[in-house]
């Protein structure tokens, strides 16, 4: 992965990569795909930026009105090397052909194995590894704390305050935000505790760092939960959902040598940040952190629904056999993107080009909020920043403003997503296969809206 790119091979149909604007956001035609909307799907289900889209490629989305939108949202980070990404399309077509579905624990295939393999050998560690696929992030991040289980003979599971790991029932208990995630859905799974988090940020002027806040957290491990109890402490190494929060440095790799002090399985969630998102191919890797399982999805397979444990082969091979499973976990559809997803991300440099886009947002950012007092923090890695809106000199969330420039970011045609336990940090998730001069007018326009915001 050393190519250099200033100019990335552009993913999906060739759609004219530019932000073009012909009727107002939302235009007529989504307009009346969201009045069917609301007749035909659960109220429950939101919308973000009701734009019905018709097509997306490169750095834009087009929708049915013709709109041509640049996209900082990557469908929160699940496309990363471009949507309809050429090699995806081409892998999935072919094997669409061939067939479709026959469930790996009835006739298996080769795709799956492949996938595995190539998992084992991508993952941090070069111990022995094992993989098992699955559908969705959820049901991921659900089997690693069962694999945790049978490996320890434990049953309680440690996760982070902002943290977000899903919406089944287990992963609704390990997320921390009640709305809109938790709210009225309880009661939650046992056993499921919660720790301080490193976050920079709210701990600045305290004096905490990356030590001291695995410190802080250990002590609560040690004494609301006990290690002897302790199957597994789930992490997300850069929060997603929880706004974009990158712990102090230090404390990951505390908190992973405390686990591996106390035979508690240290498992990273890497739904968010995994394949070159973050500018590394994990998140983990920037402090040489080893995790025992990583939870792996979106990213994984360029938008085909796919997710994967991966982790130490004594763990792995722990729960007996046909203990996991699933009907469409590994389906030969996803695993052929995912094939794809994994050749792109090497052929097409695209771990090199997370981090130049990573150092294009971050000068833009911290430009911005130099001339800002209203963005509180700029933070995040490679193609993973945001920024945290709060009351100037202070830490108090403003959700109000969030809101005003998302809404006027969305109305100028960029597909931007907010995000954090208080609706305030600005998140950017731009493809990997975004053209440079998408990223320029997009921050172009995003410095406007905070000059008249
Ligand atoms: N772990 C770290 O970010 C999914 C959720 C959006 P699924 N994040 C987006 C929403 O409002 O539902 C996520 C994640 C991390 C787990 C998950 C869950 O992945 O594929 O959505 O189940």
Redesign the pocket.
Known sequence: MTVTLTQPAVGGPQLPQERRLVTEIPGPVSKRLAARKDGAVSSAVGTMLPVYVAAAGGGVVVDVDGNSLIDLGSG??VTTVGNSNPRVAEAVAAQVAAFTHTCFMVTPYAGYVEVAETLNRLTPGDHDKRTALFN????A?ENAVKIARSHTGRQAVVAFDHG????TNL?MALTAKSMP?KSGFGPFAPEVYRAPMSYPFRDSGSGIDGEAAARRAIDVIEKQVGAANLAAVMI?PIQ??GGFVVPAPGFLPALAAWCTGNGVVFVA?E???GFARTGDLFACENEGVVPDLI?T??GIAGGLPL?AVTGRAEMMNAPHAGGLGGTYGGNPLACAAALAVFDSIEADGLVDRARQIGTTMAERLTALQAADPRIGDVRGRGAMMAIELVQPGTTEPDAALTQRVAAAAHAQGLVVLVCGTWGNVLRFLPPLSIPDHLLVEAFNVLEQIFKQS
Request: hydrophobic share 35%.
């Open positions: 929160i980070a969705s992030g959820a049901e991040v977000y790991h899903g919406r992963t995630y997300e997603g959902e969630d739904v968010q940040t939870v999805a979106k997710a």
